[in-house]
T-cell receptor
Framework: DVKVTQSSRYLVKRTGEKVFLECVQDMDHENMFWYRQDPGLGLRLIYFSYDVKMKEKGDIPEGYSVSREKKERFSLILESASTNQTSMYLC??????????????FGPGTRLTVL | KQEVTQIPAALSVPEGENLVLNCSFTDSAIYNLQWFRQDPGKGLTSLLLIQSSQREQTSGRLNASLDKSSGRSTLYIAASQPGDSATYLCAVLGGYQKVTFGTGTKLQVIP
């Protein structure tokens, strides 16, 4: 079974703190994604990566950065956390294809609260 | 910009009933469409993936159809069970690996 794990299920941080969310997948997938999910807004793509050290901005990259130093690990960084970044964060991975994309596999999510 | 809409936002049905969930999208230039299930406080589980060249996919009691020209997909659930209660999300993949999700339909199956 494909497994995508996220470092924390629940996280509480203070405004202005630097926050790291870690995601690891064990299926040698090329693509990795970070989403946030908010009521009424659905899932919105923050960043994605299709290879080591490669990254692309999604729909809402402001206030976030990412790091992909190894193929299996994709980190989301909140440089200075703000209350409007309180959300559920979901990581996903998939195989890469130039004509389509395989199923995305999701981690369990990290519910981040910024006070 | 691709927009994905799911109607209704919530649905409550008695156990055993067959039901249809709807998904519509504005840009028909898609690579594939995927249906997911999400249980409360959990991540997403993939149910069915339909490539753009396909019309439908089936898995057990689930059947998903795709009509690219009209920008619509349906997820049919046969003989619903209380364990089917969850939020169902559809997602479309466009160019540049861009995935756009709908806001979901929350399904409750009443025993």
């Amino acid at each position: 079974d494909v497994k995508v794990t996220q470092s924390s299920r629940y996280l509480v941080k203070r405004t202005g703190e630097k926050v790291f969310l870690e995601c690891v997948q064990d299926m040698d997938h090329e693509n990795m994604f970070w989403y946030r999910q908010d009521p009424g807004l659905g899932l919105r793509l923050i960043y994605f990566s299709y290879d080591v050290k490669m990254k692309e901005k999604g729909d809402i990259p402001e206030g976030y950065s990412v790091s992909r130093e190894k193929k299996e690990r994709f980190s989301l960084i909140l440089e200075s956390a703000s209350t409007n970044q309180t959300s559920m964060y979901l990581c996903a991975s998939s195989r890469f294809s130039r004509t389509s994309t395989d199923t995305q596999y999701f981690g369990p999510g990290t519910r981040l609260t910024v006070l | 910009k691709q927009e994905v809409t799911q109607i209704p936002a919530a649905l409550s049905v008695p156990e055993g009933e067959n039901l249809v969930l709807n998904c519509s999208f504005t840009d028909s230039a898609i690579y594939n469409l995927q249906w997911f299930r999400q249980d409360p406080g959990k991540g997403l589980t993939s149910l069915l993936l339909i490539q753009s060249s396909q019309r439908e996919q089936t898995s057990g009691r689930l059947n998903a159809s795709l009509d690219k020209s009209s920008g619509r997909s349906t997820l049919y659930i046969a003989a619903s069970q209380p364990g089917d209660s969850a939020t169902y999300l559809c997602a479309v993949l466009g160019g540049y690996q861009k995935v756009t999700f709908g806001t979901g339909t929350k399904l409750q199956v009443i025993p």
